[in-house]
């Protein structure tokens, strides 16, 4: 008798990384431990915090992810994509690498500043090492595409080994 093999869940994350953080958090509870899911991105980034927060989840829960760029992946979405065994671009898909970005809406004191901007170089640190072996591969490009804080096209991600082409039938 054959397995009916379950359809992975489908998670779209569309808009700034708050936009869509809550209900990816709970999609990818609501999959199995060691389901499959797959993630449609056309997000311009945000919070690092909610990236590593869906991340440490896939991570956690054993899930294998496949990321699928319709459009934008960039900033801290690309963390996401990152933890996908399966990366697809088009050739219209455009992702932004660059280091993290410190913004803040709060009053602070200057005590908790310094504390804030010590915290934040440590962890910009080890975002970007716990992003590049993520991806797990070519580590050179990777690091010079976000020192210079470069907008990467589909094509540049295929060339670097870091995702594969989706062929759309541009005749339909």
Known sequence: MAKSRKKPTEIALVGEVDDWEEDAI?????????????????SQGGSVYGSVAVTTLIRLRKLTCTGVVLGE???????????????????YSTLLFHKMRWESEKRVGSREAVHWAKHFEALEKEIDDFQRRLFGQ?????REWTERGRYVSGKEMVEAGLAEWIELDEDA
Not at 28 to 40: A, D, H, I, N, S
Not at 138 to 142: L, V
């Open 26 to 42: 709970q999609s990818l509870l609501e999959t199995p431990t060691r389901g499959e899911c797959v993630f449609y991105i056309d």
């Open 73 to 91: 992946c960039s900033s801290a979405a690309l963390l996401v994509l990152a933890a996908c065994k399966k990366r697809y671009v088009t050739r």
């Open 138 to 142: 070519a580590e050179k490009q990777y």
